[in-house]
């Protein structure tokens, strides 16, 4: 099975950092794609970043110039560096992967449980 880790969250003041972290384990062939989602209370979950395995990354309007999403392969780890936060940053941070564990496998989707972060006025 593979399971993604995440941690990092926590309560940060407007104008500050975070980074979180997410890695993947358990029985992997290939990483396709990492990226992080949110989901802030009574709204849909929205995509945030992307990373594909060829190192594009693609950031939502929303984030793009605060956060900076990057990967360390060796480790399957993707990282959120999370910059400026104000408070609509706040919400759960979910990890996201689209992984193949076999080398004939498409890739199936795998999520994190999520890590809370909130962003104080």
């Known amino acids: 099975q593979v399971q993604l880790v995440e941690s990092g969250g926590g309560l940060v003041q407007a104008g500050g950092s975070l980074r979180l972290s997410c890695e993947a384990s358990?029985?992997?062939?290939?990483?396709?794609?990492m990226d992080w989602y949110r989901q802030a209370t009574g709204k849909q979950r929205e995509l945030a970043a992307t990373?594909?395995?060829?190192?594009?990354?693609n950031y939502a309007d929303s984030v793009k110039g605060r956060f900076t999403i990057s990967g360390d392969t060796a480790k399957n780890t993707v990282y959120l560096q999370m910059n400026s936060l104000n408070p609509e940053d706040t919400a759960v941070y979910y990890c996201?992967?689209?992984?193949?564990?076999?080398?004939?496998?498409?890739?199936?989707?795998?999520w994190g449980k999520g890590t809370l972060v909130t962003v104080s006025s």
């Open positions: 996201h992967a689209g992984i193949s564990r076999w080398w004939y496998e498409d890739g199936m989707n795998y």
């Open positions: 358990g029985s992997i062939f290939r990483i396709n794609s």
């Open positions: 990373l594909t395995s060829g190192g594009t990354t």
